[in-house]
């Protein structure tokens, strides 16, 4: 099984701050990554697909980048509505998510 | 407008069974394949289930293997998840997903979910 581990597991930063996420593969998944958003009492949103390729609609202070093992998403200047948990999954090999980070407000 | 809707969910004593159902609309629901994606209390995702559209094919997380049976009535445009055997780390919100190829086949949308909580 394929392990994606998240850091940091929470980030405490200020509206306007620039977010970076980042995800680890315990082995490659090539682009095989995607990016979710999940707010409180909420279902998660697909933000970013095949490692950097932007959802239509998804605002474009989102990015991913990274292949292989490593991969970062960044937000480039937080939003009020961006303070949620952001989950990262693979699909290279069957199915696995990270364990999130959770961006708070500081 | 594309929509998943999950039912079912509720309390059930550790050993006993419940059905999930997750309606679809807005789309031509036989021709996607679908997930069903469960979330413990304050942890993080698990894939549990997949489907192919024509219902012919599923897979699932080892975790549920042999337990859980996902099948489709795709005249009724709707998902359901048999859930057998339950155990205590079976309590989740369980959430639907759509494979959507529009995105290379990753999770999108997701239901609401619907809580199963196991417990006696």
């Known amino acids: 099984e394929i392990v994606l581990t998240q850091s940091p597991a929470t980030l405490s930063l200020s509206p306007g701050e620039r977010a970076t996420l980042s995800c680890r593969a315990s082995?490659?998944?090539?682009?095989?990554l995607a990016w979710y958003q999940q707010k409180p009492g909420q279902a998660p949103r697909l933000l970013i697909y095949?490692?950097?390729n932007r959802v239509t609609g998804i605002p474009a202070r989102f990015s991913g980048s990274g292949s292989g093992t490593d991969f970062t998403l960044t937000i480039s200047s937080l939003e009020p509505e961006d303070f949620a948990v952001y989950y990262c999954q693979q699909r290279y090999n069957w199915l696995t998510f990270g364990g999130g980070t959770k961006v708070e407000i500081k | 407008e594309v929509q998943l809707v999950e039912s079912g969910g509720g309390l059930v004593q550790p050993g006993g069974s419940l059905r999930l159902s997750c309606a679809a609309s807005g789309f031509t629901f036989s021709s996607y394949w679908m997930h069903w994606v469960r979330q413990a209390p304050g942890k993080g995702l698990e894939w549990v289930s997949r489907i192919n559209s024509d219902g012919s094919d599923t897979s699932y997380a080892d975790s549920v293997k042999g337990r859980f049976t996902f099948s489709r009535d795709n005249a009724k445009n709707t998902l359901y998840l048999q859930m057998n055997s339950l155990r205590a780390e079976d309590t989740a919100v369980y959430y639907c997903a759509r494979q959507n190829w529009n995105y290379n086949n990753w999770f999108d949308p997701w239901g609401q979910g619907t809580l199963v909580t196991v417990s006696s």
């Open positions: 095949d490692a950097s």
């Open positions: 082995q490659s998944v090539t682009n095989y």
